[in-house]
């Protein structure tokens, strides 16, 4: 079992930075890709940025061009840092990684890191 854990979050104002960490513990593991989502209040989860096993990355558009992930050398740690916050970015931002721990390819998720931002 592989148990992800979210920390960086908390209360800022408009148009500073950020960043989320995400880490990986457990039974080692094989990565497919890692993941930040993220659900607003009323909203339902939207995927915020991927990092894939080939170094691909791909961003939604509302944080497009002011965020940026990566990952630590082994895949154990997960980084999303966001900048020009807007309060149209708070969320629960939450980790995701599809990783094979032994027993098949499995979606893993943290339990998630509040992110407010104050206009």
């Known amino acids: 079992q592989v148990q992800l854990v979210e920390s960086g979050g908390g209360l800022v104002q408009a148009g500073e930075s950020l960043r989320l960490s995400c880490t990986a513990s457990g039974t080692p593991f094989r990565m497919n890709y890692m993941a930040w989502y993220r659900q607003a209040p009323g909203k339902g989860r939207e995927m915020v940025a991927t990092f894939n096993s080939d170094g691909g990355t791909t961003y939604s558009n509302s944080v497009k061009g002011r965020s940026s992930i990566s990952v630590g050398h082994d895949y154990t740690n997960v980084y999303l840092q966001i900048d020009a916050l807007k309060p149209e970015d708070t969320a629960v931002y939450y980790c995701?990684?599809?990783?094979?721990?032994?027993?098949?390819?499995?979606?893993?998720w943290g339990h998630g890191t509040q992110v407010t931002v104050s206009s």
């Open positions: 995701k990684a599809l990783l094979h721990a032994g027993h098949g390819w499995v979606d893993y």
